[in-house]
């Protein structure tokens, strides 16, 4: 969202006022290498598509009221992104219609250089001209302070993942299956999803960061007891900040990398950052989250066991 137009900030109306659960749409229409679909006979792989609604589900708590993005006659929007499947060029999407309370995510994959699990952005270059309410939904969905170097809030129209198809992922949506030498798919479409939410891209997580690099939202110092050092990119918490998940201590899931054989989900410490960037945050529950992910899934979670890291984004 840097390239948001700045100048249209803090004209705050309520266009979509009635709070519901964030819903995360995925688009697959990019998914030209194969996937999330079978490119021989176009059906969806239908295991892998599931894993990253499980992934969705880590934000269901999240209950701003997003304005739609629906354009009328003189709206006009575009925004560039990395093409999913491809990874190096970029696509121009144009005037797309995003309804309320939603994002749109369009996801892919393909073979790279090994030691890398995946990345995320919300595209460059956005425009938008028009009436003002719709050029607010497009750069803000109508929150307001989301823009410019004092920013507290964010708001974004969606983004995209590319998944790096050389890794032998483990698609399973209980832990036990986890081996080692087999990066957990959950895990990372976890953390690429925590990008497009704002971690290293939105205003306000860049304009809570001292100048030693140190990120200074106040519910994030106060989970980790002080500043929380980042890592070189500001854009995770530094290679190894540790926290909790489900009471268990837990490396977090928005440090860069995940051991490739372990699972980490958002602790109490992503969390916390997301609430700086300025979402409404619920944690979903622990009940919840063990119906999702299969019996015996909490046990497996928070071990942390100090293995080399294997990859990074
Ligand atoms: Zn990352």
New binding site residues.
């Given amino acids: 969202m840097r390239a948001a137009c700045a100048t249209l900030a803090s004209i705050g109306l309520c266009i979509a006022c009635s709070a519901q659960a964030l819903q995360i749409e995925f688009d697959y229409s990019y998914d030209t290498r194969g996937f999330f679909t079978d490119t021989a006979t176009g059906a969806p792989l239908t295991e892998r598509r599931a894993l990253l609604t499980l992934a969705a589900s880590f934000y269901s708590g999240f209950t701003d009221a997003l304005a739609p993005i629906a354009p009328q006659a003189g709206d006009s929007w575009s925004v560039r992104i990395t093409h999913p499947s491809l990874g190096g060029p970029q696509i121009t999407l144009t005037n797309l219609t995003i309804p309320a309370d939603t994002l749109r995510i369009y996801v892919g994959g393909s073979d790279s250089a090994p030691g890398v699990l995946g990345f995320a952005n919300t595209g460059s270059r956005l425009s938008a001209t028009g009436s003002t309410q719709f050029v607010q939904a497009v750069t803000t969905r109508g929150q307001s302070s989301a823009i410019g170097p004092n920013a507290t809030d964010y708001g974004v129209w969606g983004g995209m993942i590319w998944f790096n198809a050389a890794n032998d992922w483990y698609f399973g949506a209980g832990s036990g299956g986890l081996q080692p030498g087999r990066p957990d798919f959950l895990t990372t479409a976890t953390?690429?999803i925590g990008?497009i939410l704002g971690y290293g891209e939105a205003d306000s997580w860049g304009a809570q960061i001292d100048e030693r690099g140190h990120f200074i939202g106040a519910a994030s110092v106060a989970a980790h007891g002080g500043p929380v050092p980042l890592d070189r990119f500001r854009?995770?918490w530094a290679e190894g900040t540790m926290s909790t998940y489900g009471g268990m201590l837990q490396e977090t899931m928005m440090d860069?990398s995940t051991p490739a054989g372990e699972r980490q989900l958002p602790t109490i410490l992503d969390y916390a950052g997301f609430a700086d960037i300025g979402w409404q945050v619920s944690v979903v529950p622990e009940p919840a989250i063990a119906l999702l992910l299969g019996p015996g899934a909490l046990l497996a979670l928070g071990v942390a066991r100090r293995r080399r890291r294997t990859s990074a984004?």
């Fill in positions: 953390h690429e990008h854009a995770h860069p984004s």
